[in-house]
């Protein structure tokens, strides 16, 4: 028997940017790494979801460049492994998927490939399991199979399956079609005549989805191919060929091959799911009280009903209003009513083009050897508060336009300025001159947190002339 012939292979895509969902979700942070509902981010669940080793292989995660420290480092939190592969640039489902199915024929061309979303929500991963386990046969005779959810109600939002005949010995049909998301009059008709939720899911043998896109998209087939074989190595990811992937048609997976395919199968599955899309959704998926409010953080609410509100700091308070979002962030407040909750992806779309900072970025960002968080800024400064997790360590640098003093408040700090090297200890500081080549690193078992204060004419991002790095940035 072949290997991995029983199993099957997780492949988790880990792309977007969630601006629904703002300010929670931002491309400094995109929502699949947050917790928005208990206490692990929706990417680890769908992680956990797929590492029983009697049905999955080692999962891969195929995600963009700028979060690969923030999925592995949420991938080590819930002591999971995983192949990850960096998209260079994002080229949509279709060319993601297409080198899944590459790397999928390379443990053997028939392993059976589950596609799943990094931002999805499923309740019951017992009930998941299972519904893998009935796809898996369908999917083993040469069927691209997806979960087709049972509709709990006439959504707007996801797209729809008319399932068509039953496939022989399985609990699977058919597609007869595939429809866009419909008006409310179209969805609830839908559901009258036995249609199911698209969600996005797919289960196919490796050698078939590449037949179909060699069939109906051979130019994103062969990008997908060449990025792969060329791909390099750069510490614990494989990272994709620019020149060859950039080559990619950018279009779904849905359009490229699955609204065309003869081989298309549905499985009907009924455990709770939802694919988050906005705060209107998140609502819908949160334990609520019974007023039906979905509170979480430093809230108070009085005569409010059917509302969302989320505070990570300041107290925020809601009186007298109903079906309502509010999220507030240290650097950002929204306000919006909760049918309308979709509409915050113009309100990004609108600050970007106003290029305003606050659309894309946290006051705190993340790095791959910890985080640093926006105290203040001014005319000729800046404050910063940085956490550096154990053996972390910056890159060797220096600054044209700004000098720095460096405040430790918790751990040890090894510092290097130009030839010295001194550690540091809680109260203690050191001075960075303009110009100087320094480099700070946690030599110890806690994290190390400073706060560092810029003084100069320039204190942006991009005045970090990188001389060494062990992250390869």
Known sequence: MSEGSNHILPVIMCGGSGTRLWPASRDSMPKQFINLLGEHSTFQTAVERVTSPDLFLRPAIVSSNDVRFIAAEQLAQIGAKADIILEPIQRDSAAAIAVAACHAARIHPETVVLVIAADHVIDDPAAFAASCRAAFEPARQGYIMTLGVVPQYPATSYGYIQPGKALK????FRVDRFVEKPNSETAQSYIDQGFLWNSGNFMFRADVMLE????FQPDILAAARQALESAATDL????LN???????PKTSIDYAVMERTERAGVLPVSFSWSDIGSWGALWDASPRDEAGNA???NVEVVEARNSLVHSDDILTTVVGIDDIVVVAKPDAVLVTSRNRSEMVKELVVSMRAKQRPEASEHIRMYRPWGWYQRIDRGDRFQVKRIMVQPGGRLSLQKHHHRAEHWVVVRGTAEVVVNQDVVMLHENESVYIPIGAVHRLTNPGRIPLELIEVQVG??????DIIRVEDVYGR
């Open 169 to 172: 010995g399985t609990e699977a």
């Open 212 to 215: 179909e896109l060699e069939r």
């Open 236 to 239: 614990d990811f494989v990272r």
């Open 295 to 297: 509170l979480r953080g």
């Open 242 to 248: 620019e020149e060859a992937f950039k080559r990619a």
């Open 457 to 462: 004419s320039y204190t942006g991002e991009d």
